[in-house]
């Protein structure tokens, strides 16, 4: 027997059980849509949840605690980005990846769609194919790894990986899973600049194609987010004409 992954995310729901396929809950209203994602990830060996609506979506979302959301923006009543936004400002809901699937392509969009605390932002028309490797490489983000050290601290920043945790001093700081990946990144190398390129490629996944601005908006966040805990000065400061870095203690 082996300890179910939510019960290390403290789901109050959660027993000792045996380990059980991915849970993907999509919230889509295109019938057909729902239909061909569904039956591909069942296929591909997951249990799948739809919902129809945004309001639907919120609840089935706090209920059944999916490993991953893939979220329509486009939804009758509640709206996908108001959807996202209730899920990142709740305990319960606050770490679960949140893919967005939407027709809507244009710059601004994405922004808006990362700074309410998405994971990563897939456009209509795409391939199912590629879609289950966006959904495996955040699994893989949130699992980590055994090939470096699980704890890292730093000028009062702690890391945990194993239980995908960040605390400022005594305080648990809440991050999503692109901004954990990211802060965890740069906080290993702290001094070392790193592109906006290379963050992408650390943070969301090599090959995803997203906008530079994209990282620029995880990190405004990250700062916001800090900077709340009572950090001292910018922990996270810009490198002109290349991209950021961890502050160095001198």
């Not at 959660?14 to 849970?23: A, F, G, L, N, T």
């Not at 809901?93 to 994405?110: K, L, M, W």
């Not at 692109?178 to 490629?201: C, I, N, W, Y």
Request: net charge neutral.
């Amino acid at each position: 027997m082996m300890l179910h992954p939510k019960l290390l995310n403290g789901d109050a729901r959660s027993v000792v059980e045996p380990m059980s396929q991915p849970r993907i809950l999509i919230i889509e209203d295109e019938r057909g849509l729902i239909d061909s994602l569904s039956w591909y990830f069942k296929r591909e060996g997951y249990e799948t949840i739809v919902a129809g609506d945004g309001q639907e979506g919120l609840r089935k979302a706090q209920n059944q605690i999916p490993d991953v959301i893939l979220l329509d923006l486009m939804l009758p009543g509640l709206s996908g980005l108001d959807v996202c936004r209730e899920l990142r400002s709740s305990d319960r809901t606050r770490e679960i990846p949140i893919i967005i699937i939407t027709a809507r392509a244009e710059e601004t969009d994405q922004v808006v769609g990362f700074s309410m605390g998405a994971d990563d932002y897939v456009t209509k028309p795409f391939s199912n194919k590629v879609l289950l490797q966006r959904v495996k490489a955040l699994l893989r983000r949130i699992e980590g790894g055994t090939e470096q050290n699980d704890l890292v601290e730093y000028m009062g920043v702690r890391i945990d990986r194993i239980r995908h945790q960040v605390t400022v001093g005594k305080e648990k700081l809440d991050l999503t899973p692109t901004e954990f990946k990211l802060l965890e990144v740069m906080l290993r190398q702290p001094g070392r600049a790193f592109s906006r390129h290379q963050l992408m490629d650390a943070a969301i996944g090599e090959g995803s194609i997203v906008l530079e601005r994209t990282i620029d908006v995880h990190v405004k966040t990250l700062r916001r987010k800090l900077a709340a805990m009572g950090t001292e000065g910018e922990l996270i400061e810009t490198v002109r004409g290349v991209g950021y870095r961890f502050r160095e203690t001198q």
